[in-house]
């Protein structure tokens, strides 16, 4: 059973490009968290979904990042316009049930450098 | 200050020593979770204690919680050089309604164990 994958594993981008970020869950999951850690930081919760459906994205800024999660294939995570306060590394995790007393399994993560 | 923060900040010992390393919280919680990531990597699970557990261990971990002090303890006993690491604590916090397991992490306690 392979874990979370995450792709690419390394994105650079230049200043007002976009970034797409791709997230394969486990088998058998279909909750998706997304959180970002920058430099010399713990994670901070982005966005929580399931199969078509943004549950919570309170954590997500308003303006150029989306995130989606559809009936087939992986979710993403997409950054438009991206700027330099955007590098960090981005980290998916996965749960079966999506509910609380639940281990998440997190990616490998992605790390994303805007030059 | 934030939801889960662990203490030291980092922390250096030599190969067969114990290794603690603590974090508090701020609000009522579901749910805390110990993950260790290496540097660059992703984060591995370790530990989920309950609201209503005081101590958990697995293997060569021990974790412990005092939800009156809003507290959580890991020990790693008789450290290898392996377990060189950053550690997080992430806390599933109570909001009232449903929960959706979504997690805040403190900033890490950075652990290196000298062979």
């Known amino acids: 059973n392979a874990g979370v994958m995450q792709n690419p594993r390394h994105l650079v981008r230049r200043r007002g490009q976009e970034a797409r970020l791709r997230c394969s869950p486990m088998k058998g999951h279909s909750h998706v968290y997304w959180y970002r850690q920058l430099p010399e930081e713990g994670l901070k919760f982005m966005v929580y979904l399931q199969k078509e459906n943004i549950i919570d994205e309170s954590g997500m800024p308003k303006e150029r990042f989306s995130a989606e999660f559809p009936k087939e294939g992986p979710s993403i995570l997409r950054i438009q316009q991206v700027v330099r306060g955007d590098s960090a590394a981005y980290f998916c995790?996965?749960?079966?049930?999506?509910?609380?007393?639940?281990?998440?399994?997190f990616g490998p993560g992605t790390r994303l450098l805007v030059l | 200050s934030q939801q889960g923060e662990e203490d030291p900040q980092a922390l250096s010992i030599q190969e067969g020593e114990n290794a603690t390393m603590n974090c508090s919280y701020k609000?009522?919680?579901?749910?805390l979770q110990w993950y260790r990531q290496n540097s660059g990597r992703g984060l591995v699970h370790l530990i989920l204690i309950r609201s209503n557990e005081r101590e958990k261990h697995s293997g060569r971990l021990r974790v412990t919680l005092d939800t009156s002090k809003k507290s959580s303890s890991l020990l790693i006993t008789a450290s290898r050089a392996a377990d060189t690491a950053s550690y997080f604590c992430?806390?599933?916090?109570?909001?009232?309604?449903?929960?959706?397991?979504?997690?805040?992490f403190g900033q890490g306690t950075i652990l290196t164990v000298h062979p």
């Open positions: 995790a996965s749960s079966p049930w999506g509910g609380r007393q639940e281990t998440q399994y």
């Open positions: 992430a806390t599933d916090p109570q909001t009232g309604g449903t929960s959706y397991g979504k997690l805040t």
């Open positions: 609000t009522s919680i579901n749910n």
